[in-house]
């Protein structure tokens, strides 16, 4: 997984031209530099640098990674910017509601910066599946949540606003057959053994709809109860599964299981926020909504080339 932290000494690198200097900057060793640096260029799978007798330069992959870089640590800035921009805001309660990939794989680090921010902030925090944490909206219970879609749920008194995409990939054990060719076809995929999210889940919903729309269809199913369950299913050779990339991006960092993509078709969808609109929001909701869409772009980007 890339990280800040990672882009951050890439940058100082570039900068200085050095390893050494880029340690003197960040009050690092260079073997810290290096190691972060090793470690990015294998979350990227890019050469960053080519030595020239004793001096280094990027290489082409590694100008356009600092560009990104760059504009990551400038969107860091100006959402920094845009929240000293609220001014004297520093306490309350906030109820935020959230459906289960979103609040078990990218919530939790957005509220420990966003507490940073607002230490004393009063959060409390609910994951449910999406049409569970919808009710709770409608019944006044959370100021804001983020849910993937909810298909068939249609109150005009609920707001849904698309704030992230969400890619969903096929998922297989490393020493599958298929993932050296790393794709599969329809075809295939009907002859195969699949461990799916529930089908009554937002997760099981989008990725349902989307196979029929594209005319795939799965016979051989089991159904597990969440995402987390069907992982450790694949990693155990049960079959392969369709999850959310943002739920996988760890062991697929760490070797534990391998995406494939399917020939001639993308599935996504979007996480949104989701409000009541005869609830006006407070100063705190403001702050929180501008934050979490700018954290998310900063992800997005963060994650693209991951």
């Not at 298909?151 to 005009?156: I, L, Q, T, V, Y």
Request: hydrophobic share 45%.
């Amino acid at each position: 997984m890339t990280t800040l932290a990672q882009l951050r000494t890439f940058q100082a690198v570039a900068r200085n031209n050095s390893f050494s200097r880029a340690a003197d900057e960040l009050h690092l060793t260079q073997p810290a530099i290096s190691a972060q640096i090793s470690a990015l260029e294998s979350a990227l799978k890019i050469r960053l640098f080519e030595r020239i007798g004793k001096t280094i330069a990027l290489t082409e992959p590694g100008r356009v990674a600092l560009a990104c870089a760059d504009d990551i640590a400038l969107r860091l800035a100006q959402m920094r910017r845009e929240l000293d921009d609220l001014g004297e805001l520093h306490a309350g309660r906030l109820q935020i509601g959230a459906s289960m990939v979103v609040g078990v794989y990218l919530l939790p680090e957005a509220l420990a910066h966003f507490k940073q921010t607002y230490p004393q902030v009063e959060l409390t925090v609910k994951v449910e599946p999406g049409r569970q944490i919808v009710e709770r909206i409608l019944r006044n219970e959370l100021d804001i949540a983020i849910v993937g879609e909810v298909s068939r749920f249609n109150d005009a008194r609920i707001a849904f606003k698309p704030f992230i995409q969400d890619e969903l990939i096929v998922i297989a054990p490393p020493d599958h057959p298929l993932t050296e060719a790393g794709c599969v076809t329809p075809l295939e995929m009907a002859a195969l053994p699949f461990v799916l999210p529930a089908s009554n889940s937002a997760s099981g919903e989008s990725i349902q709809e989307q196979l029929k729309a594209a005319g795939i269809s799965l016979k051989s199913v089991i159904e597990l109860g969440n995402t987390g369950a069907v992982k450790h299913a694949v990693e155990a050779g049960l079959g392969l599964s369709i999850v959310s990339r943002m739920a996988v991006l760890r062991e697929l960092q760490e070797g534990r299981l391998c995406s494939l993509r399917i020939a001639n078709l993308v599935l996504q969808r979007q996480f949104c926020l989701c409000w009541h609109h005869e609830k006006p929001f407070s100063r705190l909701t403001t702050a929180f909504i501008g934050f979490i869409q700018a954290y998310a772009r900063t992800w997005s980007e963060t994650h693209a080339r991951m």
